[in-house]
């Protein structure tokens, strides 16, 4: 395991893109390419992203993460950390990012699909307060795999305690 010396989190870049689409293609079996994350950026006015890297080895980014805005909803897309660097809360300190982020934003809902067998990602999203609320069967095109989804209250209940984010640098969001 390689150890996060000097965290920050702060939007995604353009110029962050080739090191997501890295860390995309460790993560999952059906990776976004550069230029479904380009379109969010520059197409997609509901899409919000958040990065969070290590200023010590020159800005280096280990993990994504992002959410849809629609109403009072926001739908997390994805969310990964680079394979050398789990085990250590950055998942953590991105989801109470993105959490936050939509909340000044307006949400009061997020939900999420997860595959049934990712136990790991599954306990992440039950200690910030998300219930698993229905099954999409066959989600997942490659294996056919059902996808769980997941819902948060972010009014009520929520589990985010910030705990996580004293460590770390983090612009204005
Ligand atoms: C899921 C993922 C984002 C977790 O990232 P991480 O930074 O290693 O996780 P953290 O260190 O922040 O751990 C947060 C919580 O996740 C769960 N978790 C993390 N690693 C785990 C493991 N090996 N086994 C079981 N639960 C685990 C635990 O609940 C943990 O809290 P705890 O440390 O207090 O027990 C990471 O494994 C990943 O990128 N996986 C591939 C992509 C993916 O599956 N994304 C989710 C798609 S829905």
């Not at 969310?79 to 936050?100: C, D, P, T």
């Not at 989600?139 to 460590?167: C, H, P, R």
Request: aromatic fraction near 10%; charged fraction near 30%.
């Amino acid at each position: 395991m390689q150890k996060i010396a000097q965290p920050f989190l702060r939007k995604l870049r353009e110029e962050d893109i080739p090191q997501v689409v890295r860390i995309e293609k460790q993560a999952f079996a059906l990776p976004w390419t550069a230029e479904s994350f380009r379109s969010e950026l520059k197409n997609n006015d509901f899409a919000h992203y958040l990065v969070v890297g290590d200023k010590r080895e020159e800005e280096k980014v280990l993990a994504y993460g992002g959410f849809w805005l629609i109403l009072d909803e926001a739908h997390i897309t994805n969310i990964a950390v680079e394979e050398a660097y789990r085990g250590q809360k950055i998942s953590l300190l991105l989801m109470e990012g993105l959490i936050n982020d939509a909340t000044l934003k307006g949400a009061r809902l997020m939900t999420l699909e997860v595959r049934r067998s990712n136990l790991t990602a599954i306990s992440l999203y039950e200690k910030l307060g998300f219930i698993p609320e229905g099954v999409r069967k066959y989600y997942y095109t490659d294996n056919n795999e059902d996808a769980l989804i997941m819902w948060a209250n972010l009014v009520q209940g929520g589990k985010v305690s910030g705990e996580n984010s004293d460590f770390c640098d983090r612009e204005q969001l």
